[in-house]
């Protein structure tokens, strides 16, 4: 069963539409209606890739690391997002702790906002 703040692997794609690689993706919430379709962005070990102020960091130091599943340091890219069927997600690693998950939700609905 899904649900918001678990840590996933999914393959996703490039802003290209090319096939991307596996990876781990954080679920943000299910979308209305009759289907099973879920909000998802993506996480990447590649650090340097992180906005300041938008994108959210979490690290070995972090009370929350362990429990989700992640191997390194990892940047949450919240401006790389993405609806889909749960289905397709291949397997869950963990979960990330449900204040950090807040405070990514505050964000991009801030930045959608324009505030």
Known sequence: ?????????????????????????????????????????????????????????????DSDFNKSGLKLASVIRIGRLAVVESDIFLGKLGEIDPQRLSNIKQKLSGWLQGT
């Open 1 to 61: 069963m899904v649900s918001e703040g678990q840590v996933v692997l999914f393959r996703f794609p490039q802003t290209d539409q090319i096939e991307g690689k596996l990876r781990p993706a954080l679920v943000l919430r299910q979308l209305p209606g009759q289907y099973d379709d879920w909000l998802i962005c993506m996480i990447s070990s590649q650090i340097h890739h992180h906005v300041p102020d938008f994108d959210e960091v979490i690290t070995p130091n």
